[in-house]
């Protein structure tokens, strides 16, 4: 065999099963090698940045890593900003970058980069590989790191790729964790019994179900709060599951949610900061006075030691749905009438569909989904975790290939939506379960916010230019027809529930624009 | 003055006066600066790659820099695609990055980048900014790098934005160029009096009309031809300018086009080096028993170099247009029947408009449309030359924009259209002269025939998924008027004659869908 085929018969071997890919001709022959052992399934990306927000979306999901294939610098440069969300989410990505044969990068070739130094930016681990058999350990090295929610970024030069070496013998290694430090959560544990007013800080996979569950009993022992952070990158609530609190996003109202703890405990959640550096505010939500403990480093298992935590608190084993899970109460009522932001998320809110997995991106329109108590059945819930627009609509892709059994709504702000609107098309030629909701108030709202906050409150005609999106108004209907997706435009809320009793009944991607104020 | 206004008043102040910009909050102080100073209009780019492919396309047409403005480092990482053809085509591009404020950096917030890591890759010139009123240096010490036909990037934390500082009092400073070595250049043309077969290699500066005409004088004298690099980044061609042959792409072939001479004189071209390495063929396309000559460095005035040259080997200092100058003959007729891409190049070169600015993005599709004598009316020609996909669309907004009394024909491939295809918004809101032909053989055909040479002449499942845009096929017709732009789809000559005559006539962008087999 030659590298690709070590690259690819390693992947399947680790157990990768999917890859989203732009490739060119430095790719090619992993392209090849694709089809020469069965196990992995390519999926056509239009642009880089589809491949990197499917990955996250689907590695999301499934906690597990999706494979990446990217052409060059550039073709990395393109991924760069999904990959970023995809850091912050600490989300496994296993991308693969393919490089000009190292005989030819010398010469400085029309496409030659520095791809290391872009790889550096958003990868916990990254390596150009040094011969071609050593790809096999290259890959199960970075497979290694993407269990630990890094991505990981091999990049492999096409001579490399087309060089024979031997066959795979590479031991998948052994589980990525460090084990855990009991002496210190028996500490924690006997510092929580004395103090008073504490919260739980949860996030990475304490915010899926058995991480949740151990939070739960936790929050009996010692009558904490559980929170997360502003942007969680996956998490799973609604009935049966506990009620965990969003820290808001402006930082004035985070520090006044967080103001009512002595003790933060952060369980697998970095220390909330502000998202940007207001004059006036502190970088951290937290004062000094406020005590931080922190359960686990990030190398080590949150989930157990959530569980090691509730073990140590004494806390009952097994706990019934009590008044603080949401149990699948009664839905709230379809609003009417002209379309608003809070009468979307209402609409979406009563009408969302069992174990549906919800992807949010949408800005200053969709806040409110979160916020009133959501009496739903039990869904995935993720959110744009690094702040790079354009992972909404790709991620969905990613989620629905990786869980299409799976009704996947993504909410989307119309601005975020089309930095990696190519993805439409990826959702149209898999035929995926899932529905766009544009929320089109036709404007960079945030930034319009934002602009009056810094004491502009009369934009001239350039700060003007820069926020609207007017001027055409985009017509997201022909677009998603354009890319071979039913598209619609609603501006009332019993048009918007119609046409999401259609998306939600018909199998294949929809769209819906919802024209909003 | 805060820092964001002295940014903005030096940058008027050295001419710059456009700004392409996807902005978010750390950069929101320069946007209010923008309405504060009059002098520059800002563009907004619905994705970033928008904003620097329209910055490198109307530092093409008019050899000085548009501003470009990006939101920090997932900003700046979704234009480096376009950054890096820029870097490519030695146009002058003036990159400027919000960063987050220096006090609030070290929090790591959700959306902190490595930015400098990032500008690295494509910029000659960088740098994070200071302190506020160093911010004019910085500004005009990026403008003078950038009249060197480099990408300069600068990162402006967003408390120097906001910071009081002096007024601007920083002197533009003196040309960028190093001064000519006249015994250099008087050496090269006694060399050159005795050699034969001698190529001239234009490139940057060289392939505008001031280059050509001293280029024709030196072809005059010592009976040279001219050639220039595959991909150049904007050439002058047609009526009134000499023939110029460009490489061509595959490294066989291109050897095959050098090895007639003996010396290679480049003026302002780098060495050709294939496109790619091909397991059998050299980096380098000429030998080493062929003579290389280099008029002067990058940092020199290649078209006074030429000029020098020209002096020094007693050539006529004006010349008649001769036989082997393209006298605006006799247009071709228009073809008939289904279009091919070959019918489709011949019925543009038929019908192409008087001073026409064309961008060929065009891959397979479009290159007949270079290869025949082209018996055209003067006009502009740029091509991807950097090989990073998505140039063409933004390319040709920027070529509008800095040239609104001229037709812009974007010659596009459909696969590489689909990158950066939100530039189309940019077009329909500003109301620009371009016109878009989309060569529709839905599959990235390169690809295709590059797994051909590689071997692979059954493509599996998944090489087929990799490499075809059908299933479904993309409708660009709705998607040019999601965007607010008349699309058409044509596949018959005569179909395609008549649209671009409505093209041409009506003003305001136009897409027309060519599909092809």
Avoid at 91 to 107: F, K
Avoid at 150 to 162: C, E, K, R
Avoid at 268 to 295: H, K, N, W
Avoid at 330 to 350: F, S, V, Y
Wanted: charged content about 15%; proline content about 7%; glycine content about 10%.
């Amino acid at each position: 065999m030659n590298g690709a085929e070590l690259l690819i018969k390693t992947a399947i071997e680790a157990g990768v099963e999917v890859c989203f890919a732009n490739a060119g001709t430095t790719e090619l022959p992993i392209v090849t090698s694709l089809d020469k052992t069965s196990g992995i399934k390519a999926f056509l990306g239009l642009f880089e940045g589809v491949c990197t927000g499917a990955a996250d979306g689907y590695g999301r999901m499934l906690d597990k890593p999706a494979m990446v294939l990217l052409h060059l610098g550039p073709g990395l440069a393109n991924g760069i900003s999904n990959l970023h969300n995809a850091r912050r989410a600490k989300s496994p990505v296993l991308t693969v970058v393919g490089e000009h044969a190292t005989w030819h990068r010398d010469a400085d070739p029309p496409l030659a980069m520095d791809i290391e130094s872009l790889a550096r930016t958003v990868s916990g681990w990254w390596r150009t590989s040094k011969s071609a058999p050593e790809i096999g350990a290259d890959v199960l090295e970075a497979i290694t790191a993407t269990r630990l929610g890094q991505v990981a970024t091999l990049i492999v030069p096409h001579d490399y790729q087309l060089a024979e070496c031997g066959s795979s013998n590479v031991k998948t290694s052994d589980g990525p964790f460090d084990s855990l430090d009991s002496h210190a959560i028996k500490a924690i544990a006997s510092r929580l019994r004395g103090s008073r007013k504490v919260a739980l800080m949860l996030g990475g996979r304490a915010l899926r179900r058995p991480g949740l569950d151990a939070a739960v009993r936790i929050q009996k022992a010692i009558g904490c709060d559980l929170l997360t952070q502003t942007f969680p990158g996956y998490m799973e609530r609604g009935a049966g599951l506990p009620i965990v609190e969003r820290l808001p996003y402006f930082p004035g109202q985070a520090t006044a949610v967080i103001s009512r703890y002595q003790v933060v405990l952060f369980a697998g959640a970095p220390e909330p900061v502000a998202f940007f550096g207001y004059p006036g505010f502190r970088s951290r939500i937290l004062t000094d006075e406020q005590e931080r403990m922190t359960l686990c480093t990030d190398r080590q298992n949150v989930v157990g030691a959530l569980e090691n935590l509730a073990d140590a608190l004494g806390a009952p084993s097994h706990l019934p749905i009590g008044d603080n899970l949401l149990a699948g109460q009664e839905r709230q009522a379809i609003p009417d009438g002209k379309l608003t932001a809070e009468k979307a998320c209402l609409t979406l809110a009563a009408m969302q569909p069992e174990n549906a997995v919800i992807i949010d991106e949408s800005a200053t329109s969709g806040y409110l989904y979160f916020a009133p108590p959501p009496w739903l059945p039990a869904y995935s819930f993720m959110t744009l975790t690094g702040g790079a627009l354009g992972l909404g609509i790709p991620c969905a892709t990613g989620a629905a290939i990786a869980c299409p059994d799976r009704p996947v709504i993504n909410l989307e702000a119309d601005g975020s939506a089309m930095y990696t609107v190519q993805a439409l098309w990826t959702q149209a030629r898999e035929g995926l379960n899932v529905t766009t909701l544009i929320c089109s108030n036709r404007s960079y709202r945030i930034l319009q916010v934002e602009l009056v906050h810094a004491g502009n409150t009369s934009p001239g005609p350039n700060a003007q230019a820069l926020t609207e999106l007017t001027k055409p108004p985009i017509n997201w209907a022909r677009i998603a027809q354009g890319f071979g997706i039913p598209g619609v435009t609603v501006s009332t809320a019993e048009d918007l529930a119609q046409e999401l009793s259609n998306a939600f009944t018909e199998p294949g991607p929809h769209l819906i624009e919802m024209v909003l104020p």
